[in-house]
């Protein structure tokens, strides 16, 4: 399956805990996009690395989330000290130009 | 004003009939659109993309771009019960970031058999 792939697809933890969500972009792909997207919205604009450098982070993404991407290839998010209003759904997308193509997504639920 | 605005929905249409899915934006200078399908629990997954304005086919899908209007819509021929899902919208900002796309709320599709 050469498509975009994370790890892992549904993730539970108390409110508190730390969590790490892996994405693996096309290969070919230089551009990769963390999204979260809650029930009956639109996917909601996290973060973007071309290559490995962060370009843009959405303003809304507090200081508890952190995203790498050290090669420029797979990409980790990181939220810190989730609380319940972190659940959703975290999307992966990459790119080579424009148009963007996601991932399964990983669902967190944060009791 | 949001920047890109969609119908919620649902939208219902029978099998075999032409469902009309709308997008209006905010952002002018906007070069290129994009539109995905979502099926319940799923990721979104990329359908069409058009740049031009007038239309652009591809199969039972057609979007349609009026810049001057500011609005893209996808036209759905012959509506079968697998297509219903949301279709979101998508639209790059006007530096052509392509980054940062802002998506739409999306509309739900309903197809009844």
């Known amino acids: 399956d050469t498509g975009v792939s994370q790890d892992p697809r549904h993730k539970i933890t108390k409110r508190g805990q730390n969590v790490t969500f892996r994405c693996d972009p096309i290969s070919e792909h230089n551009r990769l996009y963390w999204y979260r997207q809650t029930l009956g919205q639109g996917p909601e604009f996290l973060t973007y690395?071309?290559?490995?450098?962060?370009?843009?982070k959405s303003r809304l993404l507090s200081d508890r989330f952190s995203a790498e991407r050290p090669k420029g290839s797979f990409s980790t998010l990181e939220i810190q000290r989730t609380e319940q209003g972190d659940s959703a759904m975290y999307l992966c997308a990459s790119s080579f130009q424009d148009a963007q193509y996601f991932g399964p997504g990983t669902r967190l639920t944060v009791l | 004003q949001k920047e890109v605005e969609q119908n919620s929905g649902p939208l219902s249409v029978p099998e075999g009939a032409i469902a009309s899915l709308n997008c209006t934006y905010s952002?002018?200078?906007?070069?290129?659109f994009f539109w995905y399908r979502q099926y319940s629990g799923k990721s979104p997954e990329l359908i069409m993309s058009?740049?031009?304005?007038g239309d652009k086919e591809d199969g039972r899908f057609t979007a349609q771009l009026n810049k001057a209007s500011q609005y893209v819509s996808l036209l759905i021929r012959d509506s079968q019960p697998s297509d219903s899902a949301t279709y979101l919208c998508?639209?790059?900002?006007?530096?052509?970031?392509?980054?940062?796309?802002?998506f739409g709320t999306g509309t739900k599709l309903q197809v009844i058999p």
């Open positions: 690395f071309q290559n490995e450098a962060q370009l843009e």
């Open positions: 952002d002018r200078g906007s070069q290129s």
């Open positions: 058009i740049y031009s304005n």
């Open positions: 998508a639209v790059p900002p006007r530096s052509g970031g392509y980054q940062k796309v802002t």
